[in-house]
């Protein structure tokens, strides 16, 4: 769902997580938010059923990620569900050391406020 008004687009995830699943969203989004010049973006993963993966494959999502365009100056806040949040945090590590400004939540509010205002990335929640 694109939100021009407020400056961003949502995503709502469900199903299985993996490498082929984040990678086909990612193609997805990538040119909606070029499209439309945002460099926001809410991706509310706590539908998931569960996340499969290794450290491994959160390091080549960010090289897949840069391969499909996705651009640097963006702000990328993950909505997750606790039993799920010590794999996005990896994955918000890695991307972070590749200089993408990512932050993980477990409240779609605090994820907003961090994701629509100005300040920096924050510790862990």
């Known amino acids: 769902r694109v939100r021009p008004e407020e400056g961003y687009v949502e995503v709502v995830s469900s199903g299985v997580a993996g ?3 984040s990678f086909g969203m990612a193609s997805a989004v ?18 998931l059923a569960s996340v499969e993966g ?5 390091y080549f999502r960010q090289r897949d990620f840069a391969r ?3 651009s640097r ?8 569900k606790p039993e799920h949040a010590e794999f ?6 890695v991307m972070m050391n590749r200089g993408y400004t990512v932050s993980v ?9 961090w994701l629509l205002g100005e300040s920096g990335p924050e510790p862990r929640r």
């Not at 290794?54 to 959160?58: E, G, T, W």
């Open 68 to 70: 499909i365009g996705v």
């Open 19 to 21: 490498r082929e699943d």
């Open 54 to 58: 290794n450290y491994s494959d959160v």
């Open 73 to 80: 100056p963006m702000r990328m806040a993950l909505l997750t």
């Open 105 to 113: 939540f477990g409240d779609r509010e605090q994820a907003l406020a």
């Open 88 to 93: 996005f945090h990896m994955f918000e590590v």
């Open 30 to 47: 990538a040119p909606v938010m070029q499209a439309n010049r945002i460099r926001r973006v809410l991706l509310d993963h706590r539908g």
